[in-house]
């Protein structure tokens, strides 16, 4: 199966900056799309960005300007990086990706989370 791994979450300070990084591998034909939302507590879970096979772009009202998402495409990865950084950002943030395999022309799957808290 596919399986995404996130990684750079943390404690970062308003302002500051800090990348997320989501990596996909497993019986993998070709990755769709991939995007991260985030989930603060007591909220839905919402769309950051997302980056789609063709290089179209698409983010939140609330991120555009300051949040920027790319892609490697020979290593399967996804990366977010966040400048300017406020506290409302805080939230688990998820790795999603929408992948082509052996059974499925559009399978979704999804990372555990990883934590990004934006506090002084």
């Known amino acids: 199966q596919v399986q995404l791994v996130e990684s750079g979450g943390g404690l970062v300070q308003p302002g500051g900056s800090l990348r997320v990084s989501c990596a996909a591998s497993?019986?993998?034909?070709?990755?769709?799309?991939m995007g991260w939302y985030r989930q603060a507590p007591g909220k839905q879970r919402e769309l950051v960005a997302a980056?789609?096979?063709?290089?179209?772009?698409n983010y939140a009202d609330s991120v555009k300007g300051r949040f920027t998402i790319s892609r490697d495409n020979a290593k399967n990865t996804v990366y977010l990086q966040m400048n300017s950084l406020k506290p409302e950002d805080t939230a688990v943030y998820y790795c999603?990706?929408?992948?082509?395999?052996?059974?499925?022309?559009?399978?979704?799957?999804w990372g555990q989370g990883t934590q990004v808290t934006v506090a002084s």
């Open positions: 999603n990706a929408r992948v082509r395999t052996l059974t499925t022309m559009n399978g979704d799957y």
């Open positions: 497993g019986t993998i034909f070709s990755i769709n799309a």
């Open positions: 980056i789609t096979s063709g290089g179209s772009t």
